[in-house]
């Protein structure tokens, strides 16, 4: 593909004097580059060699950017939420009153924050959520209680009849 088909050789002392007499025969004014800057200047001129240089352009972009991409990862580290301690160290279900009741323990319990979901999407509050008890008006179904606390941080729990 980049090969030449006739390859001619000549030394470069004879090579520059044939380029004089050329732009003599042609009244130029002779040529003030040496011959190596013309034959460097149109080597570079190929296309494998222009597209070298965007290549290493690109690479060069790409190496100066890549400690963003760690950055970027912290950065998405340091606002996940935190891991919470909260334990549900005892539950019951009273059936004759239709009520959940869960004990629960950790520190920094969000108890104003504390909800569940029933299959259907409705969103219902706990009847009692305060010291460590957390009791849920429960007929029947499946519903997701979550029980945040002040970091951010969130224990799901899933009750089914």
Same mark, same amino acid.
């Given at each position: 593909?980049?090969? $030449?088909?006739?390859?001619?050789?000549?030394?470069?002392?004879?090579?520059?004097?044939?380029?004089?007499?050329?732009?003599?025969?042609?009244?130029?004014?002779?040529?003030?580059?040496?011959?190596?800057?013309?034959?460097?200047?149109?080597?570079?001129?190929?296309?494998?060699?222009?597209?070298?240089?965007?290549?290493?352009?690109a690479l060069l972009i790409l190496v100066l950017l890549s400690p963003l991409v760690f950055y970027m990862s912290?950065?998405?580290?340091?606002?996940?939420?935190?891991?919470?301690?909260?334990?549900?160290?005892?539950?019951?279900?009273?059936?004759?009153?239709? $009520?959940?009741?869960?004990?629960?323990?950790?520190?920094?319990?969000?108890?104003?924050?504390?909800?569940?979901?029933?299959?259907?999407?409705?969103?219902?509050?706990?009847?009692?959520?305060?010291?460590?008890t957390v009791v849920f008006h429960f007929e029947s179904g499946t519903i997701n209680i979550f029980i945040p606390?002040?970091?951010?941080?969130?224990?799901?729990?899933?009750?089914?009849?």
């Amino acid at each position: 593909m980049f090969r $030449r088909n006739k390859i001619y050789s000549i030394n470069k002392k004879a090579a520059n004097e044939a380029l004089q007499n050329v732009f003599a025969a042609c009244e130029q004014e002779p040529n003030t580059k040496s011959l190596d800057a013309l034959l460097f200047k149109n080597i570079a001129n190929t296309t494998l060699v222009k597209t070298g240089k965007w290549i290493a352009v690109a690479l060069l972009i790409l190496v100066l950017l890549s400690p963003l991409v760690f950055y970027m990862s912290s950065k998405d580290a340091a606002n996940s939420p935190k891991n919470t301690d909260i334990k549900v160290t005892q539950h019951y279900l009273d059936e004759e009153n239709e $009520r959940f009741v869960m004990e629960v323990s950790g520190s920094n319990i969000y108890y104003e924050g504390i909800y569940a979901r029933k299959e259907d999407g409705s969103t219902i509050y706990p009847i009692e959520a305060s010291d460590g008890t957390v009791v849920f008006h429960f007929e029947s179904g499946t519903i997701n209680i979550f029980i945040p606390d002040t970091e951010g941080g969130i224990v799901q729990a899933v009750l089914s009849k």
